[in-house]
C-alpha cells in the first residue's frame, strides 16, 4: 500500500491545511510485513493505527515506512493506546536490514517524532520485523553444512513454502533423542525469531558440546508457522476464527499445523523428548517485560520446566540474564488460565500428548525490554546460544529425557 498526500489531499479524504505543496508526505507499506492504516495527515503529523484485518481483538502490531520531499521532524499519533513499547519505535534508515529504538524523549504513550530526511525512506514499527529475507540471509551460510537440511513443512494457501529446518546426526546415525522448535504461531511475534537464529547458530557452531549434540540429537526447526500471516503484515493473534496456536485439536485450519500433527508423531517415534514454541507476549508492562516460560497443566512437564530453567540460569553467558523469580507464569495463574484456551489445544498442550515428551513449553520473548533491560537482536541471538547449552545439559543429565 502507498498513501501520497499532497497540499491538496488526493489520496486520502481529509482537511490538510498544514500541508505545503514543497513537503509532501508519502506513508509505504507495501514490502514484506507491512501493516498500517492512515486516519489522516495534518501538516507535518499522521494519525495512524494498526490494521486489525485479521483478528478479532484489539491488538498492536504495525509496520511502515516515510518518505517525504523535505527535511523535517514528522509527527506520528496513533489513534489508540498500546501501540508503543516502553522503547517507543523500532527505526531502520537501511530498509529493514539493522533496526535501533530511538533517542529518549522523541515519544510519549501515543506520538512519536522522527527528522526525516529529504528523499529517504524511513521506517517504523512497534519491534524489529523479522520476514522471510531475514531467514534466508541467516541460513544461507548454514546450507552446505553436513547436518543440515532445508526441507519444506507445507505450501501455504498463498503458494509460499513453510520451511523445516532440520539438523540431525552426520553419516547415517541414528538420533536417540529429537527436538521440536516452533515460532511465529503468531505471526507479529518477531522478536522470537532473533532468540531461534542463536540457538541455531549455536547447534551448527563447531564447539565440542554442540558436535556431540548434533551426534545424538535431531531438530526439526519451524522459524515461521504462520507464513502467510508473518509475509503479509497481519497480528496472526486472535485470528478469526481460530489462530495457529489454538489449532491442535479437532480438524486443523492451517496447512502447517495439520502438517505438523500429521508427521511428527511418525517422525517421533517416541524419541521426541522436548517440544519448544518461542512467542513474544502482549506489548508491555509487568510480566510482559520479563523473559518467561508458560507453565504447563501437566504437573511432571511443569517440575521439568522448572529444572530447565535453572539450567538456563546457569549457563547465562550473555548480557540478558535470566530473572528465575519471575522466569515462568505457572499454569492457573495470571493469564495462563483454562479460559485463554477456550478457541483451540496450543501447540505445548499438544505436544505434551505426544509419547516419550518429557517437556512441552512455550516461552515468552518480550519486544522491547526484560527486566528494565534494553533488548536487540544482538543480545537475543545471545540468549538463544544460552538456550541451546542449556538444551544440551538437559537431554543429557539423567532422568526421563537422558540419552544415556
Same mark, same amino acid.
Given at each position: ?91 531502520? /534508515?537501511? &530498509?529493514?536490514?539493522?533496526? !535501533? ?7 510519549? +504513550?501515543? @506520538?512519536? *517524532?522522527?527528522? %526525516? ?38 505450501? /501455504?494457501? &498463498?503458494?509460499?513454502?513453510? !520451511? ?7 553419516? +547415517?546415525? @541414528?538420533? *536417540?533423542?529429537? %527436538? ?58 486472535? *485470528? ?165
Amino acid at each position: 500500500m502507498k498513501i501520497v498526500l499532497s497540499s491538496f489531499c488526493l489520496f486520502l479524504s481529509c482537511i490538510c491545511p498544514g500541508c505545503g505543496q514543497n513537503n509532501p508526505i508519502q506513508i509505504l507499506s507495501d514490502f514484506p510485513a507491512g501493516n498500517i492504516t492512515v486516519d489522516s495527515i495534518r501538516g507535518n503529523t499522521v494519525y495512524l493505527r494498526p490494521d486489525l484485518r485479521d483478528t478479532g481483538q484489539d491488538w498492536f502490531y504495525w509496520y511502515f515506512a516515510v518518505v517525504t520531499t523535505g527535511s523535517d521532524s514528522v509527527y506520528f499519533h496513533f489513534n489508540r493506546s498500546n501501540c508503543l513499547t516502553i522503547k517507543g519505535p523500532a527505526v531502520s /534508515t537501511d &530498509k529493514a536490514e539493522t533496526w !535501533e529504538w530511538p533517542e529518549a524523549g522523541t515519544f510519549t +504513550g501515543t @506520538t512519536f *517524532r522522527y527528522f %526525516v530526511k529529504a528523499g529517504e525512506e524511513t521506517r517504523f514499527s512497534m519491534g524489529m520485523p523479522y520476514t522471510q529475507a531475514n531467514f534466508d540471509r541467516f541460513i544461507h551460510p548454514f546450507k552446505e553444512h553436513p547436518a543440515v537440511q532445508l526441507e519444506t513443512l507445507c505450501i /501455504t494457501p &498463498k503458494k509460499r513454502a513453510t !520451511e523445516k529446518l532440520v539438523i540431525r546426526p552426520a553419516d +547415517g546415525k @541414528t538420533a *536417540r533423542q529429537k %527436538v521440536l522448535i516452533t515460532a511465529r504461531h503468531h505471526a507479529c511475534e518477531m522478536m522470537a525469531n532473533y532468540v531461534l537464529e542463536g540457538m541455531i547458530q549455536t547447534i551448527l557452531s563447531e564447539d565440542a558440546r554442540m558436535t556431540r549434540l548434533r551426534d545424538r540429537v535431531a531438530f526439526w526447526i519451524i522459524p515461521f508457522m504462520d507464513k502467510d500471516g508473518v509475509e503479509d503484515g497481519d497480528q496472526g493473534k486472535a *485470528r478469526v476464527p481460530r489462530d495457529h496456536n489454538r489449532d491442535y485439536n479437532g480438524t486443523s485450519l492451517y496447512c502447517s499445523t495439520d502438517a505438523l500433527r500429521t508427521t511428527v508423531p511418525e517422525w517421533s517415534g517416541g524419541a521426541m523428548k522436548v517440544a519448544l514454541d518461542l512467542h513474544c507476549p502482549w506489548i508491555k508492562g509487568n510480566l510482559n517485560e520479563h523473559i518467561y516460560l508458560v507453565g504447563n497443566a501437566s504437573e511432571e512437564i511443569a517440575r521439568q520446566q522448572r529444572t530447565w530453567m535453572h539450567l538456563i540460569a546457569q549457563h547465562n553467558s550473555g548480557t540478558i540474564r535470566y530473572d528465575l523469580d519471575k522466569g515462568i507464569v505457572p499454569y492457573g495463574t495470571a493469564w495462563n488460565t483454562n479460559a485463554n484456551y477456550e478457541q483451540g489445544m496450543s501447540f505445548a498442550a499438544w505436544a505434551s500428548t505426544l509419547d516419550g515428551i518429557v517437556m512441552s513449553t512455550t516461552f515468552e520473548i518480550p519486544y522491547a525490554v526484560h527486566n528494565g533491560q534494553t533488548l536487540t537482536p544482538e543480545n537475543l541471538r545471545e540468549f538463544g546460544k544460552d538456550i541451546a547449552y542449556a538444551l544440551e545439559d538437559y537431554l543429557n543429565q539423567p532422568g526421563p529425557g537422558t540419552s544415556k
